[in-house]
């Protein structure tokens, strides 16, 4: 079954996906950035500068840390954190609604071609055998002109 991956450009110069939305995510369940980047197998760097990028994407912190503590601090999403997270599955969900009968039809498309590939070659296939008037040798297809 064919799958739709959402990337949405947004002005000036920033871009969400389903990469920076699963680190959110990942924050949001971990508490932490270090733990979430190695779910994603990315270094902590890497996954800090995705959050500052997003950060100033969105002019304010998507992402609260709180430093020591009896815990040793954590990480959360901020609520606009979570309003992009939430917001970017919605449109997530309400695209894949609406493309799933396209891409379904796409995809019996492909189908059909393979289909019609194998009978192809499956006919193509020469069964070679002796007239038997003639004693001479000829192919399948032409036996029977």
């Known amino acids: 079954m064919p799958t739709l991956s959402v990337r949405i450009n947004l002005e000036p110069q920033g871009r969400i996906g389903p990469g920076k939305i699963e680190l959110l995510e990942h924050i949001a369940s971990d508490g932490s950035i270090s733990a979430a980047a190695r779910r994603m197998k990315m270094s902590y760097k890497h996954a800090w500068d995705l959050v500052e990028e997003m950060n100033r994407l969105f002019g304010k912190p998507l992402v609260s840390a709180q430093t020591g ?5 954590g990480t959360e999403l901020t609520p606009v954190g979570l309003a992009v997270v939430s917001r970017f599955r919605a449109i997530e969900r309400a695209a894949h609604s609406a493309a799933e009968q396209h891409m379904t039809a796409l ?8 289909r019609r590939r194998v009978r192809s070659s499956s006919d ?13 040798l000829v192919a399948g297809r032409d036996r029977f002109r």
């Open 107 to 114: 995809q019996r498309e492909i189908e059909t071609a393979e």
């Open 69 to 73: 503590g009896k815990n040793g601090g």
């Open 124 to 136: 193509d296939k020469c069964t070679a055998s002796t007239d038997r008037m003639s004693g001479r």
